[in-house]
């Protein structure tokens, strides 16, 4: 298991992250990880399926060291909100230590 990031990471430290878990957990190409872009669809831009959706989901919470709620993962629209959502409950557990 690897640690926990600071709490202090650009969106585009969350990105390269993002793009290091679809590589490793989801299996996408370097070319399918050229399509993970801030304003791309988070469906079409990782190649989500229910299956992946869960291997994403506990892939991120774990490599982050952050818990989700399911209304949150439902209402991302694209890469940039989830990026933002990353960075944000990395705020609020900064804050929290």
Known sequence: M????????SP??????LKQIAQEQLNLTPEQL????????V?????L???ATVVLISSVEREFGLTFEPEQW???TNIKD?????????????AKA
């Not at 050229?34 to 669809?41: G, L, M, R």
């Not at 469906?43 to 190649?47: D, G, I, Q």
């Open 2 to 9: 690897t640690e926990p990031p600071t709490t202090q990471m």
């Open 12 to 17: 585009q430290e969350i990105l390269m992250k």
């Open 82 to 94: 989830l990026v933002v959502m990353i960075q944000d409950g990395l705020a609020a557990q900064g």
């Open 43 to 47: 469906m079409e831009a990782l190649r």
């Open 74 to 76: 439902q209402s991302l």
């Open 49 to 51: 399926d229910s299956l």
């Open 34 to 41: 050229t399509s993970i872009q801030p304003d791309a669809p």
